[in-house]
Nanobody
Framework: QVQLVESGGGLVQAGGSLRLSCAAS????????MGWFRQAPGKEREFVAR????????YYADSVKGRFTISRDNAKNTVYLQMNSLKPEDTAVYYC?????????????????WGQGTQVTVSS
């Protein structure tokens, strides 16, 4: 089992920045991919970004490309999501996820473990 705990959410004005953290514990050696998803009220959970264990290969949703950066510190078993130039439409609960596969990585089904989520609210 792998446990994921997110932190760093909050309220920020449009144009501002936040950094989310996801601390992993347990059998982290079994996971290959770490990802961030988000879910706004009344909407489906959507992919934001993902990163492989190497930390070299990353992939982003078009809606956040150029504004968000995903990174990881394997020594600390922590994944980060730096969010800049935030927009009101970025408002959502953000979830960290860990998976053992390398296919369908933009879909929730590819991930085996999930954190509890952290709220990000961007005011206009």
């Amino acid at each position: 089992q792998v446990q994921l705990v997110e932190s760093g959410g909050g309220l920020v004005q449009a144009g501002g920045s936040l950094r989310l953290s996801c601390a992993a514990s347990g059998r982290t050696s079994t996971t290959y991919t770490m990802g961030w998803f988000r879910q706004a009220p009344g909407k489906e959970r959507e992919f934001v970004a993902r990163i492989f264990r190497s930390g070299i290969t990353t992939y982003y949703a078009d809606s956040v490309k150029g504004r968000f950066t995903i990174s990881r510190d394997n020594a600390k078993n922590t994944v980060y999501l730096q969010m800049n130039s935030l927009k009101p439409e970025d408002t959502a609960v953000y979830y960290c996820a860990a998976g053992t596969t390398i296919v369908r990585l933009t879909t929730p089904v590819a991930y085996d473990y999930w954190g509890q989520g952290t709220q990000v609210t961007v005011s206009s």
